[in-house]
């Protein structure tokens, strides 16, 4: 489920936001991207939902009948500054070990 996960999530390099790094938890999934700040940020995150849920419930018959939604709607979108790129790929590594 993890692998395909991930795969689902490269929808971002439709919209210009090309994952940089990406790491999935039970309950949590964690990426960074270079996202192109004239796209809205909660369009990209709607889109990862929406397309992510709909594809893992068409593959997996179980998810629909035991889960109301797979994804809550609350979302955490944050900046990074002027931290580098390889910094911000070892926070989303180490959220696994977190």
Known sequence: M???LKQIIQVCTERDAPIAELETMPTT???SSPSNPQYG???LVEQIKASSSR???EEHS???SK???LWTN???VATVGRATLEIVKRYVQN???A
Do not use: G
Request: charged share 20%; proline share 8%; aromatic share 12%.
């Open 2 to 4: 993890e692998a395909r």
């Open 29 to 31: 999934c964690t990426y």
């Open 41 to 43: 940020i909660h369009q």
């Open 55 to 57: 594809l893992l419930r």
């Open 62 to 64: 179980y998810l629909r």
């Open 67 to 69: 889960l109301p939604t």
């Open 74 to 76: 609350p979302y955490l």
């Open 95 to 97: 959220q696994r070990n």
